[in-house]
């Protein structure tokens, strides 16, 4: 069975850091794997999907990578701003069952 | 283009009472979904669309949990009977087929509460 984790559960930084979010997988069986963001009391919105053949995904500040071989991605934010503030949601896509697994999410925080 | 569409956004009903959820796709999307989203944890899938079609319902409690996609465009989620231990929020998403390639877009969610 499938189980995603997300490390750290919360994080707080301040404005302007870099910051990684982390996420691991134990079946490197996937097909894809995708980041979202969840604000409070709204449903996901998809940040960056990559799919199993590729390393990684760029979109403005952020870039996700994916290693498969070791059951890994990273969502990398630079310099971090306050509206970046949200819940984080990564989630991989099962071979031969058309799901997405999710992870419990990371809860971000960033500080003016 | 419009998104997912959900309704109603927000449900509080007393144990054993009925209640349903709407769910009208991006305009388009053959595959719908049902997500469960307990207070702090990810989504879990309850089921599966491809336009009418049921293809993957394992994790729907068929006791008490129904759904239904009658022309392959909007869904209906009920429950019935609520139980407390239904709280939570109840997301769909469509995306335009199982291609690994597409991504799963999500609507707002209904947040069900249960007394």
């Known amino acids: 069975k499938q189980e995603v984790t997300q490390i750290p559960a919360a994080l707080s930084v301040p404005e302007g850091e870099n910051l990684v979010l982390n996420c691991s997988f134990t079946d490197s069986a996937i097909y894809n794997l995708q980041w979202f963001r969840q604000d409070p009391g709204k449903g996901l919105t998809s940040l960056l999907l990559i799919q199993s053949s590729q390393r990684e995904q760029t979109s403005g500040r952020l870039n996700a990578s994916l290693d498969k071989s070791s059951g890994r991605s990273t969502l990398y934010i630079a310099a971090s701003q306050p509206g970046d503030s949200a819940t984080y949601l990564c989630a991989v896509g099962i071979q031969g069952a058309q799901k997405l697994v999710f992870g419990q999410g990371t809860r971000l925080t960033i500080n003016p | 283009e419009a998104g997912v569409v959900q309704s109603p956004r927000y449900k509080i009903i007393e144990k054993k009472q009925p209640v349903a959820f709407w769910c009208n796709p991006i305009?388009?999307?053959?595959?719908l979904y049902w997500y469960l989203q307990n207070l702090g944890q990810g989504p879990e899938l309850l089921i599966r669309y491809e336009n009418e079609e049921a293809v993957d319902d394992s994790q729907l409690p068929k006791d008490r949990f129904s759904a239904e996609r009658l022309k392959g465009v909007d869904s209906t989620l009920k429950i019935q009977p609520a139980e407390l231990g239904d709280s939570a929020v109840y997301l769909c998403?469509?995306?335009?087929?199982?291609?690994?390639?597409?991504?799963?877009?999500f609507g707002p969610g209904t947040r069900l509460t249960v007394t």
């Open positions: 998403a469509s995306s335009p087929g199982t291609d690994p390639s597409y991504e799963q877009y």
């Open positions: 305009s388009g999307h053959n595959t």
